[in-house]
């Protein structure tokens, strides 16, 4: 992996509420590894398959390997500046991506895909995407407003889509671990990781042709080990649950 500099790492670890106003001089755990666990309940059921295992390797804040189980594995790399510049699977499914930065925007590019992301003040601010699918060309904007590190709004084209509320302050999200490959992750997810975990992501209305769908609370239940490691993010509304694992 090419040579990053710790301070990268120190400025991500700086803990803040959820409202931005009050930071935390105490430091993250620099965790080895975190492991990502789906599992897929049908509805009615106490029954629970595994759909994905994902094992990535951290070294100083910086994820330089994820082995997503099998044969497949994707390694990363990043600048002296701590950006992701490399993203490379050995798997027989993974794809080539292309990563130029210009300052805080960044264009990751695959063979049927260009992503273009802006960054201000180190939160991902805007994804646009331009997605070939077979002779359709799909093009779609997602911006996202920020409390601190927190996404509080999402934006698709515009338009006003979630609203993410009821942060905990003093709890990390899980996925925050993973903060440095967030770029390439938002080509796949088209979401920024939030720093902390919220309890309701409110989904504004919607219609079409011939349906209509109200404003609707969704509400998330956590697993709650100590402030640094949630373990398991469940819901009543979903037939997906996420574990986690924390190696020192």
């Known amino acids: 992996m090419k040579k990053v500099f710790s301070f990268v790492f120190l ?7 959820d409202d931005g106003d009050n930071p935390s001089s105490e430091k993250i755990p620099d965790f080895s590894k975190v492991k990502e666990i789906v599992y897929w309940i049908p509805y009615g059921t106490n029954d629970t398959t595994v759909l994905i295992e994902r ?20 390694y990363f790399e990043y600048d002296e500046e ?12 993974s794809l080539d991506y292309g990563i130029i ?11 049927y895909s260009t992503t273009n992301l802006i960054y201000k003040n180190g939160n991902l601010f805007e994804i646009e995407v331009n997605h070939e699918e077979g002779s359709r060309s799909i093009y779609q904007k997602r911006n996202f407003e920020f409390s601190g ?7 698709l084209n515009d338009t006003l889509q979630f609203e993410y509320l009821d942060y905990h302050p003093n709890v990390v ?21 939030s720093k902390n975990i919220f309890y309701t992501r409110r989904e504004q209305p919607y219609s079409g042709d011939d349906y209509f769908s109200p404003l609707r609370d969704y ?11 949630v373990e398991s993010i469940s819901s009543n509304w979903s037939i997906y649950n996420s574990r986690y694992e924390f190696y020192e």
């Open 11 to 17: 400025i991500l670890c700086i803990a803040c509420s």
């Open 173 to 193: 999200n899980p996925l925050y671990y993973l903060k440095s490959i967030e770029p390439w992750r938002a080509t796949i997810v088209n979401n920024p990781f």
């Open 101 to 111: 930065w210009n300052g805080e925007k960044c264009t990751i590019s695959t063979s």
């Open 219 to 229: 509400q998330y239940n956590y697993l709650i080990k100590d402030q640094y490691r």
């Open 82 to 93: 701590g950006r992701l510049i490399e993203v490379n699977g050995d798997g027989s499914n």
């Open 149 to 155: 590190e927190n996404v509080i709004a999402a934006y």
């Open 55 to 74: 094992e990535y390797t951290i070294e100083a804040g910086f994820v330089t390997e994820a082995d997503y189980g099998g044969d497949e594995n994707i």
